[in-house]
């Protein structure tokens, strides 16, 4: 497969009529979500690699709209608009464009609008079941359409939770570790951070001033931030307010009572992100190692292996899959389990599906509390491109 290659309308129709023929075939209604999106909704929550690359613009009445840059979120839309309670479980399916800002213009396998094919089903109870059931559902697709020689990656997003819940440090750096999980970079930075100097660089009029604010008195607090905003001539006119202000700079002043993470908790996390391997002696290891360091993750390490043993059983093979603790970084709408179809050595251009669970997505939408969910995208452009390319 080349970035040259291209493909044929008219094998690209076929190749989704028979998508979504199987998908509808196992109970997945077919829904049309809308091309155009209220733009706050993908800038919140889809993560920074996605955030720009995402077409807004803002239409005549001043409405800050964009082109769906995938199908997850309208879908959950449209699930909302017919269950606003978000006690009811459905299956929907979908095959449709979807619209990406691509450098220079993108290429046959990074094109600025592709088509997705894919399913979510959304509040189903059993959760393992039903990671299992689309995880081998989208597998068993494009397989159906030509593809054979390709890797199933997986990992655990639940399972970096349970490890920094388990961790004996404040809850300030957990929220901070979980923020920037999504960025590599800038965690790795964070954790060198937190293992030196937790309050980091201060200058002397910033440290002056955190000397002064007192946690238990937030009003009084707030007071001396604003005076000191004043008297520098900043606004307030930016994207924090001054009670997010004052609370960053409390958390930094705790910062400076606080011993910096150990170097064993360091090598731990370390150590932790680089798992990868067979699902089986993936998980293995990660509960020794954080059974040596005391740690106990309890229900996701459970959950984890109950989830290989649905796949055994949707004949989905272990030998044929990798874990990879780190995957799964990119959007940050996932919370769970995560899977990715790609062909070898192809880069971004060989990332055939993708999917995974995301249990707090359908809340920060408007649903009255978190609904269970998971789903998958096709990229099918890319997909014909593999089977016409020989990649079979």
């Not at 094998?11 to 077919?30: V, Y």
């Not at 829904?31 to 733009?39: E, I, S």
Request: some cysteine.
């Amino acid at each position: 497969m080349t970035a040259e290659t291209s493909v044929s309308y008219e094998a690209l129709q076929a190749q989704a009529n028979s998508i979504t023929d199987l998908f509808k075939g196992r109970g997945f209604e077919l829904v049309a979500p809308a091309y155009l999106q209220p733009a706050d909704l993908f800038l919140d929550r889809m993560g920074e690699a996605i955030r720009g690359r995402t077409y807004v613009f803002t239409d005549l009445d001043g409405a800050e709209l964009c082109l769906r840059p995938d199908v997850t979120l309208p879908a959950c839309r449209v699930y909302l608009e017919r269950h606003p309670k978000g006690d009811v479980e459905a299956r929907y399916c979908y095959n449709g464009p979807a619209f990406r800002y691509q450098p220079g213009g993108g290429d046959a396998m990074r094109p600025r609008e592709f088509r997705q094919a894919g399913i979510e089903h959304i509040g189903g109870g059993d959760r393992e079941l039903s990671e299992a059931e689309v995880t081998g559902l989208v597998v068993e697709a494009v397989k159906a359409a030509g593809l054979k020689d390709f890797n199933l990656r997986i990992g655990d997003l639940g399972l970096f939770e349970a490890l920094i819940q388990a961790l004996d440090i404040p809850e300030r750096w957990r929220l901070r570790l979980r923020h920037f999980f999504w960025r590599p970079p800038v965690f790795r930075d964070l954790l060198n951070q937190l293992a030196t100097s937790p309050a980091g660089s201060l200058g002397e009029v910033e440290a002056a001033l955190i000397i002064t604010l007192d946690p238990s008195d937030i009003s009084a607090s707030e007071a001396l931030v604003s005076a000191h905003l004043e008297k520098a001539g900043v606004p307030l006119d930016g994207d924090r307010s001054l009670s997010e202000i004052t609370e960053r700079l409390l958390g930094r002043s705790a910062d400076m009572e606080t011993p910096p993470l150990s170097a064993g908790t360091v090598k731990l996390i370390e150590e932790y992100l680089a798992v990868s391997g067979s699902p089986r002696a993936s998980l293995f290891l990660i509960s020794e190692m954080t059974g040596a360091a005391g740690l106990d993750l309890g229900t996701a390490l459970q959950a984890a292996n109950a989830r290989l043993d649905q796949f055994e059983e949707h004949s989905l093979g272990l030998d044929e899959i990798v874990f990879n603790s780190e995957f799964g970084r990119d959007l940050e709408y996932y919370t769970g389990h995560v899977f990715q179809i790609e062909i070898p050595g192809e880069g971004r251009s060989g990332q055939i599906a993708g999917g995974g669970r995301y249990d707090d997505l359908l809340q920060s939408l408007g649903a009255p509390k978190p609904v269970p969910a998971v789903g998958s995208a096709i990229h099918t452009e890319r997909l014909l491109a593999a089977v016409q390319g020989g990649a079979i």
